[in-house]
């Protein structure tokens, strides 16, 4: 009885040092991995929305718009990899949707000079994004304090222009018309641009200024606003 007890007991005591070593192992490379990762490590990736609108540096004649409604949508991916402590570069992947509301002035001509009810053009991008960070102040592992300068690529794959009307006839009777224009020919495929950011954390001011054209140049026809400023919320990942 002694003996097996004594067996049984060397048998337990051998198991759990045995385990405890790999636990033990197997925790320091956990940490030493995690610590790669985080908003002030080596490494960081996170998911982030944006809403901007577009203002006037001012408008060209023929183009004007209506501030407010008219605004740009994005959600994208975002990585930064740390250089020193100061000074982080990085890029991200998003997707983005501008809209336009067109004004109805007389001396429109964008696309053509016909008024409307309403009118609006839309842009699809699929864009990349390359940005320096420069970091301020002290801080733990949380994003801090930024500033980021970047330069934007974007191809628009699809661009659409909208109408809507409404008629009345002989009764007063009201009829409703909404027309959408799609594979417009005289917009360009790809547009670029200058970005930035001022951020502490996950919120920041965000604003982009376009510095291509929207539209081909044999067509002749005024641009869109190229400014746009809104905020920017990073939603941490790993």
Not at 153 to 176: C, P, Q, V
Request: charge should be positive.
């Amino acid at each position: 009885m002694k003996k097996s007890f004594l067996i049984l007991s060397t048998v337990l005591i051998t198991y759990s040092c045995y385990t405890q070593t790999v636990l033990l192992e197997k925790n320091v490379k956990d940490n030493a991995y995690s610590l790669k990762k985080g908003p002030n490590m080596k490494y960081f990736s996170h998911l982030y929305l944006g809403y901007k609108f577009f203002a006037s540096l001012p408008d060209e004649k023929g183009a004007e718009i209506v501030y407010g409604p008219s605004t740009s949508m994005n959600i994208g991916y975002r990585h930064k990899f740390k250089i020193f402590e100061f000074y982080s570069i990085g890029f991200n992947t998003e997707y983005s949707l501008k809209k336009y509301i067109i004004k109805q002035a007389e001396n429109k001509i964008l696309p053509n000079s016909v008024l409307h009810d309403k009118e609006k053009m839309r842009f699809n991008n699929a864009g990349f994004e390359f940005y320096n960070r420069f970091n301020v102040g002290k801080r733990g592992n949380i994003i801090g304090k930024y500033l980021d300068i970047g330069l934007y690529g974007n191809w628009i794959f699809a661009t659409n222009h909208y109408t809507r009307d409404k008629t009345y006839d002989e009764n007063n009777m009201s009829e409703l018309t909404v027309i959408r224009y799609s594979r417009l020919k005289y917009t360009n495929n790809f547009s670029y641009g200058l970005s930035g950011r001022i951020g502490i954390n996950n919120i920041s001011l965000s604003a982009n200024y376009r510095l291509s054209d929207l539209f081909r140049k044999d067509y002749q026809l005024p641009e869109l606003p190229r400014f746009s400023i809104g905020l920017e919320l990073a939603l941490y990942g790993k």
